[in-house]
């Protein structure tokens, strides 16, 4: 395989880890994995809102502090270059929301649509330049009355907002080096050069 093969595949890879990283932003109310999908010069056209990245970034942080449930899935991806630092991407999502809505109650929404987004790539990294949010489904759902704990039972852990959603723990953990599977003196004899070999 040549190299601008090669180069082609991992720009279309950390295309796709941006449009992940936006979701996991977006479900998790987790900031910073929301603002590192954007150019901090984006612009937005998400619904009713229409504007800067930075502008819908704290419009969605707004929203985060009411305990909204999220769910975005992101499939059909398709990257077309446009030239070695601009992508036009074209991705599918299916958006499971639930949130107050203005009369005190529960709103939940299934939305379905395209995210339409020309990437840009900027010091060798990917992100979304001019997002264009299209709807092609929208379903008002009526929200189940039983609270969470209870309608999921015995299936545990429930997502959460980050930085209490497991996933956050994964990122804590790794992986024992060789130097860890020794003993401290094991360890010291091994730096001091005396391995009795």
Request: aromatic fraction near 10%; include cysteine.
């Amino acid at each position: 395989m040549d190299q601008a093969k090669i180069t082609e595949l991992l720009n279309r890879e950390a295309i796709r880890d941006c449009l992940y990283r936006y979701s996991r932003g977006i479900d998790r109310a987790d900031e910073a994995a929301l603002r590192s999908a954007y150019w901090p010069d984006a612009h937005d056209s998400h619904g009713a809102y229409r504007g800067s990245a930075e502008g819908f970034v704290r419009f969605a942080l707004g929203v985060f502090k009411t305990g909204p449930r999220n769910v975005h899935q992101i499939t059909n991806i398709l990257i077309e270059f446009i030239n070695p630092a601009e992508a036009a991407v074209e991705s599918y999502f299916s958006a499971l929301q639930r949130g107050p809505n203005n009369d005190g109650g529960v709103r939940q929404m299934l939305l379905c649509g395209r995210y339409c987004d020309l990437f840009q790539k900027r010091e060798g990294e990917w992100r979304i330049a001019e997002r264009t949010v299209v709807y092609d489904w929208v379903e008002e759902q009526i929200p189940p009355a039983v609270l969470e704990t209870e309608r999921f039972g015995p299936r545990q852990p429930i997502g959460a907002p980050h930085p209490d959603d497991p996933v956050y723990a994964l990122g804590k953990r790794r992986i024992a080096s060789r130097d860890d599977a020794f003993s401290a003196s094991e360890r010291e004899r091994r730096i001091s050069g005396d391995d009795g070999l």
